[in-house]
């Protein structure tokens, strides 16, 4: 069974940076791509960035492109999400993701979920 377990989120204040890790257990690391998303309270979860390793391939949104960069970590099993230039509208719960079928940006085509990390940025 697959599992992921984030970590590294905190408390920092606009300007600062957090740097979220994602590890993942119970299967090859390397069957899957793995990415990010977020979910303030009351609103729906919103993709960020997704990384097939096997081919290279890393993909962002628009609002991540920026600021945001995908990463492998030491280990093969571990995603890395370093986030720079944090904002006070990036105060959100992240969550690690896995897809079977490669990057995938929406919800409904993710097959396993983190039970995620809180970030929150102050003014």
């Known amino acids: 069974q697959v599992q992921l377990v984030e970590s590294g989120g905190g408390s920092v204040q606009a300007g600062g940076s957090l740097r979220l890790s994602c590890v993942s257990s119970?299967?090859?690391?390397?069957?899957?791509?793995m990415g990010w998303f977020r979910q303030v309270p009351g609103q729906e979860r919103e993709y960020i960035a997704f990384t097939d390793f096997n081919v290279g391939r890393r993909h962002y949104a628009d609002s991540a492109k920026v600021r945001f960069t995908l990463s492998q970590g030491n280990a093969k099993n571990t995603l890395i999400l370093q986030m720079n230039s944090l904002q006070p509208e990036d105060t959100a719960m992240y969550y690690c993701?896995?897809?079977?079928?490669?990057?995938?940006?929406?919800?409904?085509?993710?097959?396993?979920w983190g039970h995620g990390t809180q970030v929150t940025v102050s003014s």
């Open positions: 993701a896995g897809c079977d079928i490669g990057v995938c940006s929406v919800v409904p085509d993710v097959n396993y």
């Open positions: 119970g299967t090859i690391y390397r069957t899957f791509a």
